[in-house]
């Protein structure tokens, strides 16, 4: 969906490294999410944020950050990147009615 | 949390066959039951979903029954068509949380 957008697409680093996903969104929407994907699974919760000053842990938040720039931005960091966290990441956002609309992902390699 | 299994993993079905994936889940408390899919290279999409106070929904080729009772709701395609092929999730709603729990997703290939 063209209205979420994700920056990087494809991110190749090294072990140790600090890395940061970025989300932008022109939907209006006031809740984000970060998602990872690992292959032939499903997608796993990271962080979430209902508005700015809300941040809420996922299932699997150990090894990340977020932050919530403005309604329109969230940002995924991985403060010292490890291998296990070679995944395609997600970004989604929606509004009070619970459908998700998902961005089209990051590719991320950690070497 | 919520526990969510889908069923089957892998499905494939000839062009023109109905498809059926189930989904169950543990929260009684669930309201919200959506599929979602996922092409390749994409981020997933809301195809149908369905509230608890409904217990089926049709959208042309596609519908979603509902079993509150039995904890489990499936996602129906009939006339399937080569682009119907793509990985489907379910992803029902964890109460109080205002979000979704995503299944480990069916893989359909739409045979030709």
């Known amino acids: 969906d063209a209205d979420v957008t994700q920056t990087p697409r494809n991110r190749i680093t090294k072990t140790g490294k600090r890395i940061m996903l970025e989300c932008s969104q022109t939907?209006?929407?006031?809740?984000m999410y970060w998602y990872r994907q690992d292959p032939g699974l499903g997608l796993q919760l990271i962080y979430y944020?209902?508005?700015?000053?809300?941040?809420n842990k996922g299932e699997i938040s150990d090894g990340y950050s977020v932050s919530r720039q403005a309604q329109a931005k969230f940002s995924l960091s991985l403060e010292s990147a490890i291998p296990n966290q070679t995944a395609l990441y997600f970004c989604?956002?929606?509004?009070?009615?619970?459908?998700?609309?998902f961005g089209p992902g990051t590719r991320l390699l950690v070497l | 949390g919520e526990n969510v299994e889908q069923h089957p993993s892998t499905l494939s079905v000839q062009e023109g066959d109905s498809a059926v994936i189930k989904c169950t889940y543990s929260?009684?408390?669930?309201?919200?039951f959506p599929w979602y899919k996922q092409e390749l290279g994409k981020g997933p999409q809301l195809i149908i979903d369905?509230?608890?106070?409904?217990g089926e929904k049709k959208d042309q080729r596609i519908a979603v029954t509902l079993n509150k009772t039995a904890k489990h709701f499936s996602l129906h395609i009939t006339e399937t068509q080569p682009e119907d092929s793509a990985v489907y999730f379910c992803?029902?709603?964890?109460?109080?949380?205002?979000?979704?729990?995503f299944g480990t997703g069916t893989r359909l290939t739409v045979i030709p």
């Open positions: 989604a956002t929606s509004d009070s009615t619970e459908t998700q609309y």
């Open positions: 939907k209006g929407h006031d809740r």
């Open positions: 944020s209902f508005d700015v000053k809300d941040i």
């Open positions: 929260d009684s408390a669930s309201n919200y």
């Open positions: 369905i509230r608890s106070n409904v």
């Open positions: 992803a029902p709603d964890q109460t109080g949380a205002n979000n979704l729990f």
